[in-house]
């Protein structure tokens, strides 16, 4: 009788847990139809006299305004003319992600390493290859704010009062002016919540100053703060708020809210009994609903949010995409989201190693790459074909983002072709000139 009462509290679990995920994302679906798609009028003037009128008009998404991005192994693209298997990662890059960011090259470690003896050749590289594909870039990152990561740098580690404050002015006026109009926005000082090397030599107000220095040299940046365990811990969120709002009352012009998850594998396997290494093994499961309203918590901050830093890490390659595709419904669903951005990709080029990579060391997809391109392409893309009415115009509802725009004269077979940036929300009527 208890093994038939136990199997039973199993299954009623079961069904209840299956029940809320549906719930959770039928909601999502429903945020992402009111805030990721907009009623469009595409009023057409065509060069022939006779106009659009009755003609087909095929509309094909090309791009989405909403950033999915990907770090960059700088060492990788900086080799893509001579070596084929970097060049085959390069082509990876541009064929599936609109938005970079340097994995390390922009990091101070990177730059400086001994003091004076400045280095940018990696993220020149980067900064190159992602204008050359019309990719946006993200900067990463000003400072880090753990000891750790600045003990590489011997000449930096033990500064103090003035030498320290003017190392860090020195690298301000080094690198935000060297990418300006580059890159859009900057982790300013990486994850404050855990470390306090800067504010423990100068106190809190050294973390406003990068933010206000970091503004004076590029006004039109977005400047973000960056943590990690954000959307599993409400104490966490909760600390993430205070230390936003410390900063703007200390005048640091915060203008975005970074948050990471390299253990996004957590969407799909309960870690505590699924662990799949030892040091994740007891990390609870992390749960979509309880995740937005810990971004809407931080949404009321009214400032973007982007998921800047995004691994998962599993030997399920099933659960890795169901992961992928949990966390990335939830991000593009909450309005305030506006990036998602995976922390690598390939076997050979990913910190976690293989078991976090998307592609195998061949570049076969796993599932997970497979299912973000679905999802990217295919599900969140509008494609659609349309006669024009007697005005020339055609009306039709879609996802935000580049459109080609191509007209047939049913007639003669003509085409004609040109293209239209369809970016803001709700309804809106665009004059297309097509020559």
Same mark, same amino acid.
């Given at each position: ?125 980067? @900064?190159?290859?992602?204008?050359? /594909? *019309?990719?946006? $870039?993200? #900067?990463?990152?000003?400072?880090? =704010?753990?000891?750790?990561? &600045? ?31 580059? @890159?859009?926005?900057?982790?300013? /000082? *990486?994850?404050? $919540?855990? #470390?306090?090397?800067?504010?423990? =030599?100068?106190?809190?107000? &050294? ?43 200390? #005048? ?184």
């Amino acid at each position: 009788m208890l093994k038939v009462s136990l199997i039973v509290f199993l299954l009623m679990s079961l069904f209840q847990a299956s029940t809320l995920m549906a719930d959770w994302r039928a909601d999502a679906e429903a945020r992402i139809e009111k805030h990721r798609k907009g009623d469009f009028t595409l009023t057409i003037e065509h060069a022939e006299s006779s106009g659009a009128a009755g003609k087909t008009v095929t509309i094909e998404q090309v791009s989405s305004t909403f950033h999915f991005g990907v770090a960059v192994a700088e060492k990788r693209l900086a080799t893509r003319h001579t070596d084929p298997e970097s060049r085959k990662y390069a082509e990876t890059i541009r064929d599936n992600f609109n938005t970079l960011v340097c994995e390390n090259a922009m990091k101070w470690y990177a730059t400086e390493k001994e003091a004076g003896k400045l280095t940018y050749d990696g993220a020149d590289e980067v @900064v190159k290859f992602a204008a050359e /594909n *019309n990719q946006s $870039l993200r #900067g990463h990152c000003l400072f880090w =704010a753990k000891r750790k990561f &600045i003990e590489s740098q011997k000449w930096l580690v033990d500064l103090d009062g003035d030498a320290l404050r003017t190392a860090i002015d020195r690298r301000l006026n080094d690198i935000v002016p060297r990418y300006k109009g580059k @890159v859009f926005c900057w982790d300013v /000082n *990486n994850e404050m $919540l855990d #470390g306090d090397h800067y504010e423990k =030599a100068l106190g809190f107000d &050294i973390n406003a100053h990068m933010f206000r220095k970091a503004r004076e040299l590029d006004p039109k940046a977005l400047l973000f703060v960056n943590e990690y365990a954000i959307l599993g811990q409400d104490d966490k969120t909760a600390r993430y708020i205070k230390l936003i709002e410390k900063l703007k009352a200390a #005048g640091a012009p915060v203008t975005g809210i970074g948050i990471q998850e390299h253990a996004a594998e957590r969407f799909a396997i309960d870690t505590r009994a699924e662990g799949d290494t030892v040091e994740r093994a007891g990390v609870a499961q992390l749960d979509p609903a309880a995740s937005i309203k810990r971004l809407d918590k931080l949404a009321a901050l009214k400032l973007p949010i982007h998921l800047t830093e995004i691994s998962f890490k599993t030997k399920d390659r099933q659960k890795q995409a169901e992961a992928l595709d949990t966390f990335f419904t939830m991000g593009f669903s909450h309005p305030s989201v506006e990036c998602i951005l995976l922390w690598g990709f390939w076997e050979k080029a990913h910190w976690l190693g293989a078991e976090a990579a998307l592609m195998d060391k061949n570049f076969k997809p796993y599932p997970a790459f497979e299912r973000y391109r679905e999802i990217v392409f295919k599900r969140w893309r509008t494609n659609t074909t349309l006669i024009a009415d007697s005005s020339g115009a055609v009306n039709f509802r879609g996802f935000l983002g580049r459109y080609r725009v191509t007209i047939t004269n049913p007639q003669n077979g003509a085409v004609a072709v040109g293209y239209v940036d369809l970016n803001a929300s709700g309804r809106q009527s665009v004059k297309l000139v097509i020559k």
